[in-house]
């Protein structure tokens, strides 16, 4: 048995030994080129005057691409062709490439592109939401409304309501490597393109649209990223098409990865939000009309906005019943850099304005925050009728009852909750909190189509086996969670099978590796695969064995056809002597979806994954720093394909949700200028910021859905239990205090300090 | 400059390199040593982590801004060096144990940064692994996977290479000057020299600002400037004195300074940056000014046939503009011994490896529950590390307790007009630093005040 093993990471092995491979550690000839983006340094405008004089004459420089020497599509864009490779003469945010530097090397490229004089007209920025308001500047004709039952009706009987806003900042995705790509010419007009992207297929038409050539003459190979985290889903095509381009003009290789700062001076983030809202309950404490407005701040281009904002109203439920709701959702064009996927894809954002929602309600409530939780919760899974969402998609495998109930007893909750108090009462200057929070997080794509995935696999005569598939590996496991699916399949042992790179050669038309979808989708691709090549193997042992292929098995690295036994190995040799195909296609798609994005009704997801986390934290109220103290996860990843992975990506998912609501603050001056452009000044979590105290369970409930080994997605949702931790430090704050803190995220320790004198002061 | 050093184990001798070609470059780029990974090439992400050992033992640097020079007469340890693919290293195996791996692309710096720790049979693990970001674990498996390879004997290749280095050709340049006389001399011909100690600030310029900073000189083997050395009523620390070297003299010497020196950057950096730098480049927010001035530490000034001694607090003029003539150099450090009542609190986004938004340091003279004298100076605050005089003034003479605490409210605005910027606002600042004073209060009387101390 392979699946539900807690193997290592396929590359493990790789990994510690610094063999393992990224773009910028392969062997390339040495007459690779190495390019670098100048670009602008204000937010708006055109520019007037460009002087390449310096940048020309400096060292190793062997030519500069401008907007016209573009021949085929300038433009990166993977939704609506907004997005110039290469500005036309106008700028659209600061830190947008102008010009192109091909150079010796990547430090002469960088230093000559350091070298240009431009001379620009400027306009005033739209960059704050205020702003981008006012100039009505927004993607789509206006907001996106969505509406259920009666909003007036529902506030009319409402007993309590309360009201309020919070601003939800972005993220920065600080993948260790950051973006990458190389491009080798070929002929004939070919070009392979190595790039550290989630989306081959996407970089393999921009590539082709910008040498002005068919798909098929583009290859793109993915061996793994050093980290994505949806940073890396339409953000490295700007990079693999400037190595073609420059790849294709100058014959030679070109290699092209952006500097640390450049990188996120350059690249889109999480979108940030703020999140207004009005909320009423009923004398039993239900929910009974809610009334949410949300402003994402999208950036100069749309790229990914239109989705992530749908993702973000999707999930403004997290995981209670709203029988009367409005959601409004306002897709706000700025001149910053255009804000992309990041791991939740506008559901975080979605999900705290919720949970923030909860938490206020509660404390406005005077009530227990987990029993009004509770209380609101859908109807679990086994009720006899089943509540919809606010876009009437019945939820029908709702489980966070018990696994509240469960991770609230196995954390001891109520005993510590007591002991918190009376620390408080003893403590002035610290103050601790603790909070709970849950996570329901629907997955598919939500734009039907792309919930698709091929694999080929092949059997080769010693018994080997060799499997490719459309998924990228970026770190979380995806390739060795499909090996244990092909080696389940043959019944063979792990090693048994060989894991390859992407290649859009292999397998053709894939989806990005995204919305969590990478196991569900290609791991079902190949095992289909697996089976087609099973059944053909079966069907000829069978026949020369006399026996139907209903009594062939494949276990243990044997096949077993009634008694006679032959080691796949053998088994495979004899297919293949008798002329059977040993190699195969598996191509999945997603059952029973259908949605209308505009008027949200219908069924975008294929099933929910569930999470709960409860956070004990400590503030200081002199200075608002803080630390996260415990942290208790159970979360539902069914029938764990890798249990270690599994809690690998929830330990991972969770820290990265708390650094987003904590320390990870972006921050741009009055100029448009991103100020937290270097690690020096943008904080992702450290080592000692993880949780002192981190126990983390899995739910080994099977999905109710048929997905691979009834297995449920893990990559996005644990993210959002990182949550528990904010509400936690809002939880301290209302320590100090009777008001509500109206924490704003990030929780910097200014802000918690800002709260706090709130608090204190009653405000 | 021709240089000589060891390459995982291996002699190197180089020439016609430039010498602000940094390690990390030189292995990725000349050695296609590519295990040693770019994260951001500016010190603060540890993934392109490397192991240099000399007769003082082994230490986890970053190689990006870690310059050829730098590593003369040393011994290299990349990861492709510290283990064959027979026999992992122990840290190895363990981080697969663990999970400690997802993308990986941190990992190999991880394990340089484990396995330099366990060669110094340092297991605080916290402290030793900041500076090594990782996006994809949430570190627990990678400090699981630390915990589990505690007391794992040190390398035999570690005692290998410190016999090796005895043999080595000397690498020897005019810009490697190895007395206080040869630096006195290069800056008496070339004041105009950027001097490059720990290159962790000089680093920068060249990676991320690309300035061209010649004429160079780097003074990192002036051996008389590394020690310290115990005086009657001072210590006396020469001015190539690590953070790092500092942080360990302090756990006994002056345990204050210990979290605060802890909180400095990280490991990496610390082993690389020199005291003397952190002074000489004239910061407003450099960590270890206000802790010095606060204890009313002096400056050895040397130049060519003169020296003088100042009071470190007047060593800072304005931003930009320290009291440091032409051909001048920071010979060393004097800190007065024994300050019993100094406290230092460094305030920042981030605990571990952040520049600090405010760093104050405290150190009041009490005497029979009476303010007999205060040293209080904050970094942060001003253009540059800077004492509260009116806070002080304010609360000498006076009784010490909360009132009075209350009664410097105002005073902490004629000290300082701070500035907003991405760290903190200018309001936050003001009303942290004055916060901090009743930490202060608090931390003297024994009240427990540090979260850090805490537990679940
Ligand atoms: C990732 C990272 C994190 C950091 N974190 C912190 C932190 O937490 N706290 C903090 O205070 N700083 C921090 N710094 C800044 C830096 O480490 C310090 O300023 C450091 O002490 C500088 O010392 P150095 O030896 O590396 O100096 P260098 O970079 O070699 O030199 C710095 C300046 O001082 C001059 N100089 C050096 N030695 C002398 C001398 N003897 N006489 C005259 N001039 C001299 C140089 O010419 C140069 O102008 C950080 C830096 C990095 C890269
Ligand atoms: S590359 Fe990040 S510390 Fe050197
Ligand atoms: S494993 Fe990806 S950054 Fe650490």
């Known amino acids: 048995m392979s699946v539900n093993k807690p193997l290592p990471h396929d590359a493990a092995k790789l990994h510690v030994s610094g063999s393992a491979r990224y773009i910028d550690d392969l062997p390339v000839p040495d007459d690779c080129l190495h390019l670098c983006f100048g670009t602008s340094t204000i937010a708006r405008g055109s520019i007037q005057e460009m002087d390449l004089t310096t940048v020309r004459n400096s060292d190793g420089v062997i030519d500069i691409l401008q907007a016209s020497d573009l021949v085929h599509a300038n433009d990166v864009s993977p939704s609506i062709h907004d997005e110039p490779l290469l500005s036309d003469g106008t700028i659209h945010y600061l830190g947008q490439p102008i010009f192109l530097v091909i150079a010796k090397s990547h430090i002469q490229a960088r230093k000559a592109a350091s070298r240009v004089k431009i001379s620009y007209q400027q306009d005033s920025p739209i960059l704050s939401i205020e702003d981008a308001l006012a100039a009505n500047s927004r993607f789509e004709e206006g907001p996106r409304i969505w509406n259920r039952g009666d909003l007036k009706r529902g506030f009319e009987q409402a007993t309590k309501i309360a009201e309020g806003s919070i601003e939800i900042g972005g993220q920065e995705h600080f993948y260790l490597e950051g973006q990458a790509a190389l491009a080798l010419p070929q002929e004939d007009d070919e070009m392979v393109v190595h790039s550290s992207t989630q989306h081959p297929t996407e970089v393999q038409h921009k590539v082709a649209e910008a040498l002005g050539v068919q798909f098929h003459n583009v290859r793109v190979e993915v061996r793994r990223m050093g980290g994505g985290f949806g940073g890396k889903e339409s953000q490295g095509n700007a990079l693999a098409m400037a190595c073609a381009i420059a790849a294709h003009r100058t014959n030679k290789p070109c290699k092209m990865r952006y500097d640390r700062d450049d990188d996120m001076l350059i690249t889109g983030k999480r979108h940030d939000f703020r999140i207004t809202y009005r909320a009423g309950v009923d004398q039993h404490n239900k929910i009974i009309a809610l009334d949410v407005v949300h402003y994402a701040r999208c950036g100069w281009a749309q790229d990914l906005s239109l989705p992530v904002a749908d993702r973000a109203m999707l999930h403004a439920d997290n995981a209670y019943f709203l029988p009367n709701v409005r959601i409004e959702s306002h897709r706000l064009k700025t001149n910053t850099q255009s804000a992309t996927a990041f791991r939740g894809f506008g559901g975080p954002q979605g999900v705290l304005g919720m949970e923030r929602i909860m938490d206020h309600l509660a404390h406005d409530l005077n009530t227990d925050s987990i029993a009004f939780r509770d209380v609101n919760y859908y109807r679990p899974a086994v009720a006899a009728e089943h509540d919809t969402t606010h876009y009437h998609m019945p939820v029908q495998d709702f489980n966070l009852q018990d696994m509240t109930t469960k991770l609230l007893a196995d954390c001891d909750f109520e005993n510590r909750k007591q002991a918190i108090e009376r620390w408080n009462a003893d403590n002035h200057i610290m103050k601790r909190g603790i909070a709970f929070s849950p996570v329901k997080f629907g997955i598919s794509f939500t734009l039907s189509h792309l919930n698709q995935a091929g694999a080929l696999v092949h059997v080769y005569s010693d018994g080997s086996i060799r499997i490719n598939h459309g998924g990228t590996e970026m770190g979380q496991g995806l390739f060795q969670k499909t090996a244990q699916v092909a080696a389940e399949e043959f019944g063979v042992s792990i090693n048994a099978i060989k894991i390859t790179a992407t290649d859009t050669a292999k397998v053709p038309n894939t989806s990005a590796t995204a919305a969590s979808s990478g196991s569900d989708l290609n791991g079902m691709a190949i095992k289909i695969a697996c089976e087609n090549v099973k059944t053909r193997m079966a069907e000829l042992l069978a026949a020369q064995y006399n026996k139907s292929p209903d009594d062939v098995a494949f276990i243990k690295n044997e096949v077993h056809i009634g008694r006679r036994v032959l080691s796949f190995g053998d088994a495979a040799k004899a297919c293949y002597e008798q002329r059977v195909s040993l190699s195969a296609t598996g191509f999945y798609k997603t059952p029973d979806l259908e949605w209308d994005r505009i008027r949200g009704v219908g069924k975008p997801f294929y099933y929910f994954a569930y999470g709960a986390a409860v956070s004990e934290v400590v503030i200081d109220t002199l200075t608002g720093e803080y630390r996260i103290l415990r942290a208790d996860i159970l979360h539902d990843a069914g029938n764990s394909l890798n249990p270690a992975i599994d809690i690998g990506q929830v330990e991972g998912g969770y820290v990265q949700g708390a650094g987003w609501l904590t320390t990870e603050e972006l921050v741009w001056d009055d100029h448009g200028r991103l100020r937290t452009h270097t690690p020096s000044t943008y904080k992702i979590p450290a080592m000692s910021d993880r949780p002192r105290e981190f126990n983390v369970n899995l739910w080994d409930r099977g999905n109710l859905k048929p997905t691979i080994y009834c297995s449920k997605a893990v990559g996005e949702p644990p993210f959002m239990l990182g949550i528990s931790a904010w509400l936690a430090i809002s939880d301290a704050i209302s320590n100090c205090g009777p008001a509500y803190p109206n924490l704003d995220a990030p929780a910097t320790p200014e802000r918690v300090l800002k709260a706090v004198e709130r608090v204190q002061n009653g405000l | ?456």
């Open chain 2, 1 to 456: 400059m021709k240089l000589s050093f060891l390459l995982n184990g291996e002699p190197q001798v180089i020439e016609d390199v430039e010498p602000t070609t940094s390690v990390l470059d030189w292995l990725r780029v000349n050695k296609r040593l590519t295990g040693t990974k770019e994260g951001c090439n500016e010190g603060d992400c540890g993934a392109c982590t490397v192991i240099v050992i000399d007769e003082n033992g082994a230490r986890a640097v970053n190689a990006c801004i870690v310059f050829l020079p730098q590593i003369a007469n040393k011994a290299l340890r990349t990861i492709e060096g510290i283990s064959t693919l027979d026999a992992p290293h122990p840290a190895q195996q363990c981080m697969i144990d663990h999970h400690g791996s997802q993308c990986g692309f941190c990992t190999p710096g991880f394990i340089t940064s484990m396995v330099a720790a366990q060669i110094n049979n340092d297991t605080n693990h916290d402290v030793t692994l900041a500076g090594n970001l990782c996006r994809c674990t949430g570190y627990a498996p990678i400090f699981r996977a630390a915990q589990a390879c505690e007391g794992t004997k040190s390398p035999k290749w570690f005692y290998d290479d410190q016999s090796d280095l005895r043999t080595l050709a000397q690498s020897v340049d005019a810009k490697l000057p190895t007395t206080t006389d040869e630096l006195a001399n290069i800056l008496a011909e070339e004041p105009e020299t950027t001097l490059i100690a720990g290159a962790t600030d000089v680093g920068l310029w060249i990676n991320k600002d690309l300035r061209d900073i010649a004429p160079m000189a780097f003074i990192h083997n002036i051996t008389e400037m590394e020690h310290i050395t115990e005086h009657s009523d001072h210590w006396k620390f020469g001015a190539n004195v690590t953070i790092e070297q500092m942080r360990v003299w302090s756990v006994d010497a002056q345990a204050s300074l210990t979290p605060l020196l802890t909180r400095y950057a990280s490991t990496q950096v610390r082993n690389s940056a020199t005291l003397g730098g952190n002074i000489a480049n004239g910061s407003p927010i450099g960590d270890s000014p206000p802790a010095l001035i606060a204890m009313g530490a002096k400056l050895v000034l040397l130049k060519k046939d003169t020296t003088r001694t100042i009071d470190l607090q007047d060593f800072f003029i304005a931003y930009g503009h320290q009291d440091l003539q032409s051909g001048e150099f920071v010979q060393s450090i004097l800190i007065p011994k024994n300050q019993n009542n100094l406290r230092c609190y460094k305030i920042s986004k981030r605990f571990d490896q952040d520049i600090s938004a405010v760093c104050g340091a405290f150190n009041l003279h009490i005497k029979d529950g009476m303010v007999q004298g205060a040293r209080i100076a904050f970094g942060g605050m001003a253009g540059i590390p800077k004492r509260a005089k009116h806070v002080e003034a304010c609360l000498t003479g006076q009784k010490w307790d909360m009132n009075t605490i209350k009664a410097s409210h105002d005073q902490w605005s004629q000290d300082f007009k701070p500035l907003t910027d991405m760290r903190a606002s200018a309001d936050y600042r003001l009303s942290v630093a004055r916060n901090l004073l009743t930490r202060y209060f608090y931390d003297l009387s024994d009240n427990p005040t540090e979260i850090q101390e805490v537990s679940a």
